[in-house]
């Protein structure tokens, strides 16, 4: 499996960005896909969370309200829509597969950085 994410950049506070996560293979409608960040200095963190057909969504409360995590498992896609960025929103950006089974992620994107400027 490899996951590709892109649709980082600059924003200005209030912004908002899409991200996207791109995999590989053709089990990807099979996997629980999640999206987490790290801050400079800080340890990476979950964002979101989406299971295999987009009924069941899950966020960190610091995101809730603002991101919405979604995916076409016919373009292999995940997505996160983010609202109403802050500028404690700055970080690097990763997708990851879950594990079947849960809860380890064991295939991690690249990273996308997003920079919210005050």
């Known amino acids: 499996v490899q996951l590709q994410a892109f649709g980082g950049g600059l924003v200005q506070a209030g912004g908002s960005l899409r991200l996207s996560c791109a995999a590989s293979g053709r089990t990807f409608s099979t996997y629980v896909m999640g999206w987490f960040r790290q801050a400079p200095g800080k340890e990476r963190e979950f964002v979101a969370a989406?299971?295999?057909?987009?009924?069941?969504?899950k966020y960190a409360d610091s995101v809730k309200g603002r991101f919405t995590i979604s995916r076409d498992n016919a373009k292999n896609t995940v997505f996160l829509q983010m609202n109403s960025l802050k500028p404690e929103d700055t970080a690097v950006y990763y997708c990851a597969k879950q594990v079947y089974g849960g809860p380890r992620y064991d295939y991690w994107g690249q990273g996308t950085q997003v920079t919210v400027s005050s």
């Open positions: 989406i299971n295999w057909n987009g009924g069941s969504t």
